[in-house]
């Protein structure tokens, strides 16, 4: 019994001793020059770079660089900021605990929207350039409102997440939205136009646009772009489409590739949207007499904001506030919506607000939405009374 004790005590103190030695072996001071990894590649991914590069420093690594990537245009399946790669001396599946000298090269790459260094040097470029004659006006040989309609088509359908292949891999042309399309959910595809642009002609066949501006519907994100639409007597068709921030994302980079959406039907744009600035009225049957006066159309006055799409910008911020639940009552219990002259809409909405632990709280809500800057201000939650 007591050989049997001795030879137990024997090997836990074994144990001990090949546990202190392999402790020591893994510390800094059995590596020098040398910095062990952190967590793993895979794991890094999403987090935020600069806690990502605190990690690397504070582990020994002293050679870290970060990378901005500038892939971004609505920011909806990744934030600015967060990691897509990380590599070690080169390596972008390293493990977690390995030892690397000191000075390798760490690249920590993260996803970001593009800066406009680019466009603050072209500006600069055309402010010493000097003025040019200015040559004479082209018209196109066909309306400039169809134009219009076909580049917001065009636009619609690229963007658009209902007009794929099963596979998810092609666009389906049976599945085109037209122009005056405002069917289903819109927050799929459905562009507002804040602004047609600066259109002018570049040839007898194709229109140009500067600063054409759109915002998506439903999720409040702006676009200011250039493009050039052309109509061959069949089909329009879309090219040259460019960010007028100055860069063109890499999201969009493609537009200019083969697509189905560069091919914009007739029937597409056949109809307008309600006092959309294209209706084009058809000509009169008879002319009046000489003497009669034609009468003059009556000028439709500016409208601002949809209740709709206001709605809707009012309950994008609130679901961003509360993330776990964020719910509306605009029939059970809307107190206030009011339009004021400027287009802007006041909200004040009971809500049903739920937390991370799925308790949920009856509240009042309200907002003002901004149809000048098209933005939500002074959003507010209350105690329900």
């Known amino acids: 019994m007591e050989r049997k004790k ?57 050679n870290v660089k970060t990378v901005a990537d500038e892939d971004l245009v609505f920011g909806w399946l ?41 466009a603050t040097e072209a500006e600069a470029d055309e402010e010493e350039t000097p003025p040019t004659p200015a040559e004479p006006a082209i018209t196109p040989n066909f309306d400039v409102r169809l134009a219009k309609r076909a580049a917001v088509c065009a636009i619609t359908n690229y963007f658009a997440l209902d007009v794929l292949t099963p596979d998810g891999n092609y666009e389906d042309p049976s599945k085109f939205h037209s122009y005056a399309d405002s069917s289903g959910k ?25 600063h054409l501006k759109l915002i998506k519907y ?17 089909v329009y068709t879309i090219s040259n489409f460019v960010d007028m921030h100055g860069t063109t994302p890499a999201n969009t980079s493609s537009f200019d590739q083969v697509g189905e959406y560069k091919t914009v039907r007739p029937e597409l744009i056949a109809e307008p949207r309600p006092n959309d600035g294209t209706e084009i009225e058809e000509p009169a049957e008879a002319e009046k007499p000489a003497d009669e006066p034609a009468e003059k159309p ?88």
């Open 6 to 62: 001795i030879i137990i005590l024997a090997a836990a103190a074994l144990l001990v001793i090949a546990a202190l030695f392999y402790l020591g072996t893994d510390s800094a001071a059995s590596h020098p020059g040398e910095a062990k990894t952190p967590s793993a590649a895979d794991v890094q991914k999403g987090r935020n770079y600069n806690s990502v590069a605190k990690e690397f420093d504070q582990n020994g690594f002293t």
């Open 78 to 118: 990744a934030e600015e900021g967060e990691v897509k790669t990380v590599t070690v001396d080169g390596d972008p599946e390293y493990a977690a605990g390995e030892w690397y000298p000191n000075d390798v090269e760490v690249v920590i790459t993260y996803h970001a929207f593009p800066s406009h260094e680019d």
């Open 186 to 210: 819109r927050d799929d595809y459905y562009f507002d136009v804040t602004d047609w642009g600066d259109w002018s002609g570049v040839s007898e066949d194709t229109w140009h646009v500067d």
């Open 218 to 234: 439903g999720w409040q994100t702006k676009f200011d772009v250039g493009l050039d639409v052309t109509f061959d007597g069949s």
């Open 298 to 385: 009556k000028e439709e006055p500016e409208k601002g904001l949809r209740e709709d799409q206001a709605r809707r910008a009012f309950e994008y911020v609130g679901e961003h506030m509360f993330p776990y639940g964020f719910e509306c009552h605009w029939f059970s219990d809307l107190r206030e919506h009011t339009q004021s002259v400027d287009g802007s809409w006041t909200f004040e909405v009971g809500v049903t607000i739920t937390n991370q632990y799925g308790a949920e709280m009856k509240a009042i809500a309200s907002a003002y939405v901004n149809n000048t800057t098209e933005t939500v201000e002074n959003f507010s939650v209350r105690e329900y009374e």
